[in-house]
């Protein structure tokens, strides 16, 4: 049963600090590592990973793949407050692509 | 583009009524569309797959005969909650499935009295 796990479960930082997600996985047929965010509704695509040591970048937020190690990270530089939300790492696999999440990270950002 | 789109967005029910919940791809078609069960802080739980003209794929712990898909059309899946109990109060998310990417529908919330 593939699995993925994420850490911590949550975090508590101030604006301007930078933060880092781990989400490491255990998998059999890897696909892709995807990375969401979920504020009060559904997720929304932040990342799909494939290639192990390219780093995605979107503005503030970077990730990057591990696939020797079996982990991938999610960076939030100069956090906001709007950046509150849970983070959701899922793997994509299987011959229907299907997701496997992560418990997620509540990250919660103070003015 | 790649929109997908659940009604309703919020139900309340009395326990042992049934619940149908829609899921539509508005600007694609969908051979494949993935139900979801959140439960208040915690992750999102596969139900089952759902493939157009053929029978649901379910997860492990998912009661078929109670959660009942049907994915009639190639733009619409349904998901009808039978003889719904206040345990089954919960957040449903659908996706559908586009070139290798899961796009997401806003959510369902389910409340059963």
């Known amino acids: 049963e593939d699995k993925v796990v994420q850490s911590p479960l949550s975090l508590v930082v101030h604006e301007g600090d930078t933060v880092t997600l781990n989400c490491s996985y255990e998998?059999?047929?890897?696909?892709?590592l995807l990375w969401y965010k979920q504020e009060k509704k559904a997720p929304t695509f932040l990342f799909m990973l494939?290639?192990?040591?390219i780093e995605k970048k979107s503005g503030r937020l970077s990730s990057i793949l591990d696939k020797k190690e079996l982990f991938s990270i999610l960076n939030i530089t100069a956090t906001q407050t709007g950046d509150s939300a849970v983070y959701l790492c899922?793997?994509?696999?299987?011959?229907?692509?299907?997701?496997?999440f992560g418990k997620g990270t509540l990250l919660t950002v103070n003015p | 583009g790649a929109v997908v789109s659940q009604h309703p967005s919020w139900v309340i029910c009395k326990s042992g009524t049934s619940v149908k919940i829609e899921c539509r791809s508005l600007?694609?078609?969908?051979?494949?569309m993935f139900w979801y069960r959140q439960f208040p802080k915690q992750s999102l739980m596969l139900m089952a797959t759902?493939?157009?003209?053929?029978?649901?794929?379910?997860e492990q712990g998912v009661e078929k005969d109670k959660f009942l898909i049907n994915h009639a059309s190639l733009t619409l899946s349904t998901l009808t909650v039978t003889s719904a109990h206040p345990e089954d109060s919960s957040f449903y998310i659908c996706?559908?499935?586009?070139?290798?990417?899961?796009?997401f529908g806003p959510g369902t919330r389910l409340t059963v009295l």
């Open positions: 996706s559908a499935f586009l070139y290798n990417e899961q796009f």
């Open positions: 899922a793997h994509s696999g299987g011959s229907n692509y299907k997701l496997t």
């Open positions: 494939t290639s192990s040591g």
């Open positions: 600007d694609f078609q969908a051979t494949t």
């Open positions: 759902s493939n157009e003209g053929s029978k649901a794929t379910y």
């Open positions: 998998v059999t047929n890897f696909r892709s």
